[in-house]
């Protein structure tokens, strides 16, 4: 019998498997109301629209749906996506766009475009755990600073580079979610863009920006995303890769997204992914074309947002009434989104507090795993978006309930 330990890669050799996974794996009783993963809800899906568009699309089109197809993408989505881009400022050619087997793989693709071992990139503290794991398939070592109210503490990332550069040392990319991140709910306010955007340009550090979120705004004004703001105050830009996916707006079995950037970054990504997965399947990069020009995603937008901005609220009200101001317990409180961060006092460590609630019947997933380094223990990411409104008020009783039976 071969000794399978000793033959992994070093890349992978100590790696454990996504941690988010595994608290997943603790959820098959039905009776546990679950907070933990990052479901949109299926009462969202557009369901008969998608019967149709599936229907006719295996009626015409079945034997190029089932060959394979070009590797970057279908013509007829990259002007969808051009056109959808252009609602929100940006302006792009089809050299700039890869589209991607959904957010994962865009992760997957920026870290294997860039980062060598050992190689640096500057996150949030906390950060998409998702990202954390596209990265470390690379063995890139993290640099964070905590986040703060109104987005990344870019001065604290300025302190960091500066302190690399003592030491030789130029971190890869910044790697950030500027509207309602995963795990905190928290937006970059445009003086942050502005002022990140500068330090990228003054340091010659790329952005990777990842907006899953962008459209699910319930409340405030839309603020411009770091890649609008790089085409219209640099030049034209260059120096921010967007990485978008249609998970969380339109539905995520499809697992379809895409890459925007410089055509030399796009066209290397390409070349990566002609060899790890080769084409994205073409019916669902056609339904992601049907939904963007045939399905009204603008109607379809109002409505999960009206939807999602309900839960929210929700959330919130159960929240005040079950976590008075005495209980230690706090937690963001943001505009759009499907996430909220919530903290409880220093002495519960979340990773264990996730077993009692369990025994609770409620569920959410520890903050540790939001950490690139030193990870904070008295953390929780709370998704609000899956359960119905029932099950959400359901779910604060119970998580108080727990916090008062290990006091
Ligand atoms: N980036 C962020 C910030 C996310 O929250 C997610 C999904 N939770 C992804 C990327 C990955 O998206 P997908 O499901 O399309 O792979």
Redo the contacts with the bound molecule.
């Keep these: 019998m071969i000794d399978w330990k000793n033959r992994y890669a070093d890349n992978i050799k100590d790696y454990q498997g996504y941690p988010l996974g595994k608290t997943l794996k603790y959820l098959s009783d039905p009776e546990i109301i679950s907070l933990a993963g990052?479901l949109p809800s299926p009462e969202i899906f557009q369901t008969s629209e998608l019967r149709a568009a599936s229907e006719k699309i295996l009626l015409n089109d079945v034997d190029k749906i089932m060959q394979y197809s070009a590797i970057p993408g279908e013509q007829s989505l990259f002007e969808a996506v051009i056109d959808f881009l252009k609602r929100d400022n940006i302006h792009l050619e089809k050299q700039n766009i890869l589209i991607t087997t959904?957010?994962?793989?865009?992760?997957d693709l920026a870290g294997r475009a860039f980062l060598d071992k050992g190689d640096i990139v500057l996150v949030d503290r906390p950060t998409?755990a998702?990202?954390l794991v596209a990265f470390n398939m690379e063995k890139a070592t993290f640099v964070g600073v905590d986040i703060e109210p109104d987005g990344t503490h870019v001065d604290g990332i300025e302190t960091k580079i500066k302190q690399l550069q003592k030491n030789n040392k130029t971190p890869k990319f910044i790697y950030v979610?500027p509207d309602f991140?995963?795990p905190t709910g928290i937006t970059m306010s445009l003086k942050k863009r502005k002022q990140l955007l500068k330090l990228s340009y003054a340091y010659d550090i790329p952005i990777v920006e990842?907006s899953?979120?962008r459209d699910l705004r319930y409340y405030g004004k839309d603020l411009p995303s770091l890649f609008s703001l790089d085409q219209e105050l640099y030049n034209g830009g260059g120096n921010v890769i967007g990485?978008y996916?249609?998970?969380?707006i339109f539905c995520?079995g499809l697992?379809v997204?895409f890459n925007i950037g410089h055509p030399e970054v796009i066209k290397k990504m390409a070349n990566i992914k002609e060899g790890n997965i080769l084409n994205t399947p073409k019916y669902n990069q056609d339904l992601c074309t049907a939904y963007l020009t045939q399905m009204d995603f603008n109607a379809h937008l109002d409505k999960c947002r009206a939807y999602y901005k309900d839960k929210l609220a929700i959330f919130l009200e159960t929240m005040e009434k079950y976590f008075p101001k005495e209980s230690g317990v706090t937690w963001t409180t943001s505009e759009g989104g499907l996430f909220l961060w919530v903290s409880v006092p220093d002495h519960i460590d979340t990773a264990q507090l996730f077993f009692e609630a369990i025994k609770h019947k409620v569920a959410f997933v520890p903050g540790e795993q939001f950490y690139g380094e030193n990870p904070e223990k008295n953390h929780m990411r709370i998704n609000f978006s899956f359960a119905s409104k029932e099950q959400l008020k359901e779910a604060v009783k119970r998580l108080s309930a727990c916090i008062k039976s290990i006091d």
């Design positions: 990052g959904s957010g994962q793989h865009g992760l998409f998702g990202a979610v991140q995963n990842d899953p979120y990485l996916t249609f998970s969380k995520p697992r997204g």
